[in-house]
């Protein structure tokens, strides 16, 4: 079992920045890949980014060049560099881990933009 716990998230003005953190705990591989869903208000989950323990990126088209994912594997963290946010990056953020075939999710974590 992989227990994901995240944090960061926050009120932020449009234009501003947050770094959410996800760490991973348990039975931990070194194959994975990992990264960050949303879902905002009345709206169905989207991928944010995702990185492969080997570092290849990808990200959704509406957050390219404004958010970057990075990880650190010797502390199995994943991060999520959100700059330039706007009001409609307003959702909570979930963190995935894949490993062996299986996703595991954390909790979430609060994004608000708003002035």
């Known amino acids: 079992q992989v227990h994901l716990v995240e944090s960061g998230g926050g009120l932020v003005q449009p234009g501003g920045s947050l770094r959410l953190s996800c760490a991973a705990s348990g039975s931990i591989f070194s194959i994975y890949g990992m990264g960050w869903y949303r879902q905002g208000p009345g709206k169905q989950r989207e991928l944010v980014a995702g990185?492969?323990?080997?570092?290849?990126?990808n990200y959704a088209d509406s957050v390219k060049g404004r958010f970057t994912i990075s990880r650190d594997n010797a502390k199995n963290t994943v991060y999520l560099q959100m700059n330039s946010l706007k009001p409609e990056d307003t959702a909570v953020y979930y963190c995935?881990?894949?490993?062996?075939?299986?996703?595991?999710w954390g909790q979430g974590t609060q994004v608000t933009v708003s002035s």
């Open positions: 995935y881990r894949d490993q062996q075939n299986r996703r595991y």
């Open positions: 990185i492969t323990s080997g570092g290849s990126t």
